[in-house]
């Protein structure tokens, strides 16, 4: 395990507990229904209102689209693996792709400066930190994994 | 998800029902460039039935909103609820369009 998912690990505490654990294969059409199910599962567990409207679904759709198109350049034989786990205080997102990684703070942009803002693209990467309250990559046994963190309001 | 588009007068009113992502924004980006194509000019996008919009979809919405203007026409928007006017508010597009709260408000101001 990496540092950083040690620290995560630690970091969760006792009482986490795998909510939700999926592979699917690298098709965009898998992500409106398995974020249909994560969200669902965020209900469940009561988190707010907005978080399950907007927090959730929108940062695990970029990350699950990230890692369908950019990680796994949409080849259907590679998959995706989406893990939740819930604890007293937070929501962890874990997003996993086959692909070679990419340095986070190197990829996101600001999309709101005057050059960015009529871009079509560079949204996804700043969306996802913007609506969690920490988001890291790092590789985990030749997978690209994205973890978002979501403290529970 | 889906979406349709009524004319209402010489407005293309478009609704936006379920989620506007990755998956579907294609959709909606030929349909209103079908419309474009065809000669028409106003064209208002309704989320009153939207759930959420991730980068992607707001992506198309910019590049609409250009196309749009090239041909001399113009996009507005109604009926962002609290959660799509925060993402409009975070990536700062609310500055770049034009937002109504309803969609007669929307309508009254071509």
Known sequence: MTPA??????????????????LIPSDVREIEPLVEQVTQECRDLAL???QCALNVPVALTEALSNAILRGNRGNRDKHVRVRAVVSDSALVLEVADEGAG???DACTIDPTSADNIEREDGRGLFLMRSLMDRVERYDDDARNVVRLTLNRS | MSFSIKKQGEICVVDVEGQLIVGNRQELKQKVLDELEKGEKKFLIDFSQTGYID???LGVLVSLSKKIREQGGELRLANLNDDLKTLFELTKLDTLFQIADTRERALESF
Not at chain 1, 10 to 19: D, F, I, N, S, T
């Open chain 1, 48 to 50: 707010s209102a907005r």
């Open chain 2, 55 to 57: 980068s992607s979809g």
């Open chain 1, 102 to 104: 990419f340095d986070l």
């Open chain 1, 5 to 22: 998912a040690d620290s995560g690990e630690r970091k969760r505490g006792a009482h986490a507990r795998v909510a939700f654990d999926r």
